[in-house]
């Protein structure tokens, strides 16, 4: 699930990097919104805007439900890109929806979030609906 950067610039940036996209679906949230247009591809589902959190709840259940592989992991990058479009209650809610639904449908989730996008309160919120917290240093 992409908020912070549209679907297109991050194909390109994998591919520079000579990724196997094969089985790798996009839900693009930002490109609607920004640019007015979309690519139509059979990798990517795309939503309106950020702010439309019950579509993007419905495109990513529809999205998962369709993936027949046995493993099944979920990106939502970010977190904080998801704050500047809602306020806290609403992603609050929206997270708690989110990794409740990935765990009935057998997916692994990872929300991402820069230590700088979100404060520590918020972050602490958040991560109840979470099994763990990763800080990664690069």
Same mark, same amino acid.
């Given at each position: 699930v992409t908020i912070a950067?549209?679907?297109s610039s991050i194909v390109k940036k994998l591919e520079q990097e000579k990724i196997n996209l094969e089985k790798v679906l996009f839900l693009d949230a930002i490109t609607v919104m920004i640019s007015g247009t979309v690519e139509k591809t059979g990798k990517c589902v795309y939503?309106? /805007?950020?702010?439309? *959190?019950?579509?993007?709840?419905?495109?990513?259940?529809?999205a998962i439900s369709s993936i027949k592989e046995e493993k099944k992991f979920?990106?939502?990058? /970010?977190?904080?890109? *998801?704050?500047?479009?809602?306020d806290l209650q609403n992603i609050q809610k929206f997270v708690h929806f989110f990794t409740a639904k990935m765990r009935t449908l057998n997916a692994y989730s990872f929300l991402i979030s820069l230590e700088r996008e979100i404060d520590t309160k918020t972050l602490t919120v958040l991560s109840t609906f979470c099994d763990s917290v990763l800080k990664i240093k690069v």
């Open positions: 950067e549209p679907y939503v309106n /805007s950020p702010k439309h *959190l019950t579509d993007m709840s419905i495109a990513l259940d529809n979920v990106l939502l990058d /970010s977190l904080g890109a *998801l704050l500047i479009h809602n």
